[in-house]
């Protein structure tokens, strides 16, 4: 039923008998059963189950030979449209006497799946993935005989980027740089580490995400026979335009007490001596990046409500912005200079006084040095805390997090 229990390999590889890959309804379903169930299916003393099952509902069915993640537990692998899937669902339900529905049994392995996953779920925070990646590409080149991948160098100009350059080993161009990826990395990676850092000497209890694209939710075809049951990017309400599907979570913490926390990340700031701009227009692109950032905060509690729906509703979505390279004070200068701005803030972040924006914001004023990210000192470390009690933890622990509700929340 999740694809983490697929490897790369198999999640290439077509089965003989697998439906043709060119018949876009066709998707891949893993079926959980416990070993005794599985011993029911493969009885060969007359014709297998399992081909019965196949031959009645149309589905291509099979029992994966590989371990399970969880223990105890095989998996049958189901191909066909959504409807041939549900049949052979039920076929093998009848057949190892299983009453519990295709969704309940879905949402068991998830469950299940989590839990041997993550052994400490309860009791200490998990990000994915554990380390940070940059998204920017690197070339390979030659220092004192050595092979090393370099970062192409961003230029001084925003909106630049560097002419293409041509991989030693292929010959092929590689893609340019853009600036503003690299800022964008910078910026992610000082976030990741430090909210680690924090969560690890304040022994925060949360699954955290960066860069979660709406439609990765339930996005693999081995959820569409599940995801056409739930909530989902490809089902939204009426009241929510359908280009609401296209966007992402820059970092989506899922919180054992607190709920859910969304942040946008706005990279605007670390080139301002470079491109000499008056005080003025600082102080607009931040209110432009501000407007922007409300925008796409209300999408995603939008988003994030009608995903939840059928787990927790009314479970809290703490909402902020991240200003890696400006401080609370130039945040501050933009908020006042701009009334109407102030009133959308506050109701954003559902706050009643604008002088207080700043302060439930991420600043570098509470961040490690861009140029030692990874050294979080202390005074980060407290800096950090102070803000995290005023934007997240003071509120106090949300009544809907129960640990089946985290845990599903997780699974799901």
Request: aromatic share 6%.
């Amino acid at each position: 039923m999740s694809d983490h229990h697929l490897s790369a390999p198999q999640q290439g590889k077509r089965r003989a008998g697998a439906p043709s890959g060119r018949n876009p309804r066709v998707s891949l379903y893993l079926h959980a059963v416990t070993e005794e169930q599985a011993a029911l299916l493969t009885d060969t003393e007359n014709t297998s189950p399992l081909q019965e099952v196949k031959k009645k509902s149309g589905a291509d069915t099979e029992l994966d030979s590989s371990p399970s993640p969880v223990s105890g537990m095989r998996v049958v692998i189901i191909r066909g449209i959504p409807s041939q899937i549900e049949a052979a669902v039920r076929l093998i339900n009848q057949t190892t006497r299983t009453k519990d529905t295709f969704l309940q049994q879905v949402q068991t392995f998830w469950l299940q799946w989590v839990e041997a996953a993550f052994p400490d779920l309860d009791s200490r925070a998990y990000f994915l993935p554990p380390v940070y990646f940059n998204r920017v590409p690197m070339t390979k080149k030659k220092t004192a005989g050595q092979d090393v991948l370099v970062l192409e160098s961003a230029p001084g100009q925003a909106g630049q980027s560097n002419p293409p350059t041509v991989s030693p080993s292929t010959a092929a161009p590689l893609p340019c740089v853009q600036d503003s990826d690299v800022r964008d990395d910078s910026a992610m990676q000082r976030i990741f580490v430090c909210l680690q850092s924090m969560c690890e000497q304040n022994g925060e209890v949360l699954i955290g995400m960066t860069r979660l694209q709406f439609d990765q939710y339930l996005g693999e075809p081995c959820y569409s026979a599940a995801g056409a049951q739930l909530p989902g990017s490809h089902n939204l309400p009426p009241g929510l335009p359908q280009n609401w599907k296209r966007g992402d979570f820059d970092v989506l913490l899922i919180h054992r007490h607190y709920g859910v926390i969304v942040c946008e990340v706005k990279t605007f700031g670390d080139n301002i001596k470079t491109l000499s701009m008056p005080e003025e227009d600082i102080s607009q692109q931040i209110g432009k990046k501000l407007k922007q950032a409300v925008q796409q905060l209300d999408k995603a509690e939008a988003m994030l409500s009608h995903l939840v729906s059928d787990i927790a509703p009314g479970l809290r979505i703490t909402k902020t912005i991240a200003f890696p390279n400006l401080t609370a004070r130039q945040l501050q200068q933009a908020v006042s200079d701009d009334t109407q701005l102030s009133q959308k803030l506050c109701q954003c972040l559902r706050e009643t006084d604008p002088a207080d924006i700043p302060g439930l914001c991420l600043c570098c004023d509470q961040l490690s040095d861009p140029k030692t990210p990874c050294d979080v000192s202390s005074h980060v470390l407290t800096e950090l805390g102070h803000w995290w009690h005023r934007r997240v933890a003071g509120a106090g622990p949300d009544s809907h997090m129960t640990s089946d509700v985290y845990k599903s929340l997780v699974g799901r």
